[in-house]
C-alpha cells in the first residue's frame, strides 16, 4: 500500500477538504475580525472562545458518531481529550516566554495566532506521515508505546527547581537567527518585522515567536505517539489533534493567573500517558478496547481536577 493511500483511505478527499475548508475559515475569521484591533484579552472573551472551540469539537464529534458510527467517534474525543491535556503544558510555557520577553498582553494574541497556525501545519505533516508508517511497519507502534511509558515515568517524577526554569534566550533557534540577522530590541513593537536605518529587520515579537514554535516542535513529538496509540486513522487522528491545537489560544488567556488550580494535572496525564503505552506494547495479548480507554482517560482527568481544586497547596492557606 503506498503511503497516499494509507493516509486518505479511511475518509472521501471531499471529507478532508471540507474540514481544511472549515478550519481556513475559523482561521481567516480571527485574523480578520478578532485581530483588527490588538487588545488584551481578558477572561470573558477566552473563556467565550474556549466554550466556542470545545463545542465545534464535540459537534464534529457528534457528526462522526452518526456518519461512522461509535467506535472512531470514540477514538475521536479520547485522542482530543489527551491533545487538549497535553496542551496545558504548552500554555505553562507561554506563561514563562511572554513573562521572561515582557510581552505586551495587546500582542500576545497576535503572536498565538500564527503560533498555532505553525503548530497545525506541524501536527498535519507529523500526524499523516506517522499514520502512513504505522501502515507499513507496525513494529514502530511498540516503539511508541515505549515512549509513552518513558514519557510518563519522565513526567510523574519530582522535579527540582533548577529543572522547572526555562531559557528561551538559549533556545537553539533563537541564536541560530540572531547570529545571521538583525533583531530590533523595541520593546513595544506590535509587529515581527519593522524599519531601521532603511532595512527591515526582526523585533523581539517575532523572536518570541520563534521560540513558541520550536517549543511547540517537541511537543508535536509527545503528542504523535499519544494520539496513534488512540486511533490509526488518519482522519480522526489530525482532525481530534487540530481541534485541541486550535482552542489552545483561548484556552491561554483563560488559564492564564490560575494555573496553579491544576497542579495535579500534570500527574494525571503521566498516568494516562502510561496506561496508552502499555495498551500499545501488550496489544499483541490483550486488547484494550475504545470504550475502556475513554473510560480511563475521563477517569484520570477527572481525578485530577478534583484533586487539584479540593487539595490546597502547601503554605496556601490564609493567615489570621
Known amino acids: 500500500m503506498t503511503l497516499p493511500l494509507a493516509l486518505f483511505e479511511s475518509m472521501p478527499l471531499w471529507a478532508w477538504g471540507g474540514f481544511f475548508a472549515f478550519i481556513i475559515a475559523m482561521l481567516a475569521l480571527d485574523l480578520g475580525l478578532l485581530q483588527r484591533n490588538p487588545h488584551a484579552v ?46 496545558v503544558d504548552n500554555v505553562f510555557i507561554f506563561i514563562l516566554v511572554f513573562a521572561f520577553f515582557q510581552v505586551d498582553a495587546r500582542y500576545q494574541h497576535r503572536v498565538l495566532f500564527w503560533g498555532i497556525i505553525g503548530a497545525v501545519v506541524m501536527r498535519a505533516v507529523f500526524i499523516l506521515v506517522g499514520v502512513g508508517v504505522i501502515h507499513r511497519f507496525h513494529w514502530v507502534l511498540y516503539l511508541f508505546g515505549a515512549f509513552l511509558v518513558y514519557t510518563g515515568i519522565k513526567m510523574a517524577r519530582p522535579k527540582k ?37 532603511g532595512r527591515r529587520i526582526a523585533t523581539r515579537l517575532f523572536i518570541v515567536l520563534l521560540v513558541i514554535e520550536t517549543t511547540d516542535l517537541v511537543f508535536a513529538l509527545d503528542s504523535l505517539p499519544a494520539v496513534l496509540a488512540i486511533t490509526k486513522d488518519g482522519f480522526v487522528a489530525l482532525t481530534s489533534n487540530i481541534f485541541a491545537i486550535l482552542g489552545l489560544r483561548s484556552l491561554y488567556f483563560a488559564l492564564n493567573g490560575v494555573m496553579q488550580l491544576f497542579r495535579y494535572l500534570k500527574v494525571g496525564l503521566a498516568i494516562i500517558l502510561v496506561f496508552i503505552g502499555v495498551k500499545m506494547l501488550i496489544e499483541p495479548w490483550l486488547a484494550i478496547s475504545t470504550t475502556t480507554s475513554l473510560a480511563v482517560i475521563g477517569s484520570v482527568l477527572t481525578m485530577a481536577i478534583l484533586l487539584s481544586v479540593l487539595i490546597k497547596e502547601p503554605g496556601a492557606e490564609t493567615v489570621r
Open 42 to 87: 481578558g477572561m470573558k472573551e477566552a473563556l467565550v472562545w474556549c466554550t466556542v472551540w470545545i463545542t465545534l469539537a464535540l459537534g464534529f464529534n457528534f457528526l462522526l458518531l452518526h456518519w461512522r458510527g461509535p467506535e472512531l467517534a470514540q477514538q475521536f474525543l479520547a485522542a482530543y481529550l489527551v491533545e487538549l491535556c497535553l496542551s
Open 161 to 197: 527547581p533548577e529543572e522547572e526554569e526555562i531559557h528561551p534566550d538559549q533556545n537553539i533557534a533563537v541564536r541560530l537567527f540572531r547570529r545571521f540577522f538583525r533583531v530590533s530590541e523595541q520593546v513595544d513593537a506590535g509587529t515581527f518585522f519593522v524599519e531601521e536605518d
